[in-house]
């Protein structure tokens, strides 16, 4: 059973730094799409950034772009996302989601209903 788990939420001040983690279980991390997206209240999830576990090329949207950076670690399932520079407008649930690589992840991130797998969500604020 395909499991993720995300970590590293919480309450930062603007300009701070957070990194979140998704940990996956019940498959391994080949030839899968993993992504960071994000809600905020009264709008769509949006993709953040994504990674290809094969080749490790990456997806960032322009508003995180120069600011967070999306990694993976095989050997230990685990993908995560440092976020720097955070802004009051990086508010938003954080989740963590994964789906077969068919496509670059660049096509596929903008798209999160083409995932299938989700976590459950960690909460970032950013706030004074």
């Known amino acids: 059973q395909v499991q993720l788990v995300e970590s590293g939420g919480g309450l930062v001040q603007p300009g701070g730094s957070l990194r979140l983690s998704c940990a996956a279980s019940g498959f391994t991390l080949d030839y899968y799409a993993i992504g960071w997206f994000r809600q905020a209240p009264g709008k769509e999830r949006e993709g953040v950034s994504c990674i290809s576990s094969s080749d490790g090329r990456t997806y960032y949207a322009d508003s995180v772009k120069g600011r967070f950076t999306i990694s993976r670690d095989h050997a230990k399932n685990t993908v995560y996302l440092q976020m720097n520079s955070l802004k009051p407008e990086d508010t938003a649930v954080y989740y963590c989601?994964?789906?077969?690589?068919?496509?670059?992840?660049?096509?596929?991130?903008?798209?999160?209903?083409?995932?299938?797998?989700w976590g459950q969500g960690t909460q970032v604020t950013v706030s004074s």
């Open positions: 989601a994964a789906e077969g690589l068919w496509s670059t992840v660049q096509n596929m991130c903008v798209m999160p209903t083409l995932f299938t797998s």
